[in-house]
């Protein structure tokens, strides 16, 4: 049974962040931004899931 979900919305296009590629993307340490969010959250005890959100053309 899942009683917690993270549910990361990282749909954006990352206008007001400026560049050519949204914010999610962009490396950080080696890794997207999304990528550490997600690990984050998978990694808590009380998180039985993790789903992203992204926007259709990142698919």
Same mark, same amino acid.
């Given at each position: 049974?899942?009683?917690?979900?993270?549910?990361?919305?990282?749909?954006? #296009?990352?206008? @007001?962040?400026?560049?050519?590629?949204?914010?999610?993307? !962009?490396?950080?340490?080696? @890794?997207?931004?999304? #990528? !550490?969010?997600?690990?984050?959250?998978?990694? !808590?005890?009380?998180?039985?899931?993790?789903?992203?959100?992204? !926007?259709?053309?990142? @698919?």
């Amino acid at each position: 049974m899942i009683d917690c979900v993270a549910l990361v919305v990282a749909a954006g #296009r990352g206008s @007001r962040f400026g560049g050519d590629t949204p914010k999610q993307w !962009h490396d950080l340490g080696g @890794r997207a931004v999304l #990528r !550490h969010s997600l690990a984050a959250f998978a990694a !808590h005890p009380q998180v039985d899931a993790v789903l992203a959100v992204i !926007h259709p053309d990142d @698919r």
